[in-house]
């Protein structure tokens, strides 16, 4: 048995309504969308960039998407790609239709999660995408170095099964994983003079939040591109990341520090081709 993945292209949004809530205008449009009415809530999942900002709302999602369409009896689908991924410490948020499942990260994990799902020993192998006999796979963008990523006769529960997938504000996908790169990364600038004059601190604000800055002089990221993030998102998850003066710098709410060590690792070790 083999699947395949596929990274779609569009940053996703988590949303809560109160229970009952007819479908919102807002929720239309191309690309992925899932609707879920239950007595306690009405969650949707869709575009980010439809989703006002008073929306109570977890953003900033990716999906991967399993090319399908599977059989019902099919087991060890999800576990075969929560497993590594919850090893890694990147949490997910699944979605399960009739014909197949989407496994969102975090959009700051991606990097991480492609790396975790191409090197996840015996279950995930790198290969060509081939479209499922009976199907038409839609044509998704990019799959960004995960595409054709195979899963191969893991055992596990039974589709649809698999770890708490919840979003949690406070949960950073990657955080460990992140933090732990950083430390192998700033252990590796200290050579008896660079830690005296530069360095990496972290800082709380009176937002509240936290403040991360990271200094590239001298180091090998030093004249590496970085696109800007901005991200101003109500409450808690507001993000904000850039290079000014030869220094990287994170900002974001008080649920966010695991997401920023996050931005800038996956970056970090994408410029620097390191794992």
């Known amino acids: 048995m083999t699947v395949s993945l596929r990274l779609l292209p569009d940053r996703l949004a988590v949303c809560r309504l109160e229970p009952g809530s007819p479908l919102p205008e807002w929720s239309a449009g191309g690309g992925f969308r899932s609707v879920s009415w239950t007595a306690d809530e009405t969650s949707v999942v869709c575009s980010e960039a439809n989703v006002p900002a008073k929306v109570r709302a977890e953003r900033g999602w990716r999906a991967f998407m399993v090319e399908g369409p599977l059989d019902f009896g099919q087991t060890g689908v999800l576990a075969g790609i929560a497993q590594p991924l919850a090893a890694a410490g990147i949490s997910i948020f699944s979605v399960s239709t009739f014909d197949t499942d989407y496994v969102l990260v975090r959009d700051a ?85 660079w830690e005296h004059d530069y360095g990496v601190s972290i800082e709380n604000i009176d937002n509240p939040g936290w403040w991360v800055k990271i200094d590239l002089k001298d180091t ?18 507001w993000l904000s990341c850039r290079i000014t003066e030869g220094r990287w710098e994170g900002v974001g709410g008080p649920h966010m520090l695991g997401e920023i060590l996050a931005v800038f690792g996956a970056w970090a070790r994408e410029v620097s081709g390191a794992g």
């Not at 979003?167 to 460990?176: H, I, K, T, V």
């Not at 933090?179 to 990364?185: A, G």
């Open 109 to 193: 994990a991606v990097v991480e999660a492609q790396r975790v799902l191409a090197e996840a020993e015996n279950r995930l192998v790198v290969g060509a995408t081939a479209g499922a006999a009976g199907r038409t796979v839609p044509e998704t963008g990019e799959a960004a170095g995960v595409e054709g990523a195979a899963v191969e006769g893991a055992a596990g529960p039974e589709r649809g099964a698999g770890p708490e997938a919840r979003p949690d504000a406070a949960d950073s996908p990657g955080a460990a994983a992140a933090l732990s790169w950083i430390q192998r990364w700033y252990a590796g600038q200290c050579d008896g003079d």
């Open 220 to 237: 090998d990221l030093e004249a590496a591109p970085f696109a800007e993030i901005s991200r101003p998102e109500p409450e808690s998850d």
